[in-house]
C-alpha cells in the first residue's frame, strides 16, 4: 500500500502564506460571529427578565378660570413655560408644576 496519500502529522504544514492569512481570518470571523450571537441572546435574556420602569401618571388638567365663550388666539411655549393668549388677557402657565404663574391684562375687549 502506498501510505503518500494519508497526511503526515510530522510534516510541515504544506499551504502557501496567502492561505494561512486565508484561514486565520475565518477563524476570527467565526470567533467573532459566535461572540456576537452570544451577546444578541444575552441582550435578549436580559431585555426580558428586567422590570419595567416607573409608570408614568397621566397628565393633569388645568383650569384657566377664563369666562365663558373666551376663545384661545394663541399659545407660545418657551422652556416650562407656556403663554396663552386669551385676547383680553396673557396666561403664563408653568407646565412642569402645573400652576398658573401669572395674568396678563392685554386691555383688549
Known sequence: MDDS????PSAPSTLPPSAKLLLRAVYIMG???VLLFLGLAGGIIWKSTRKAGPRTEAPQLLDLALPGGTQVQSMVLDGDRLAVNAGTEIIVVDIRKNAVISRIATGAK
Open 5 to 8: 496519500l494519508e497526511p503526515n
Open 31 to 33: 470567533i467573532v460571529l
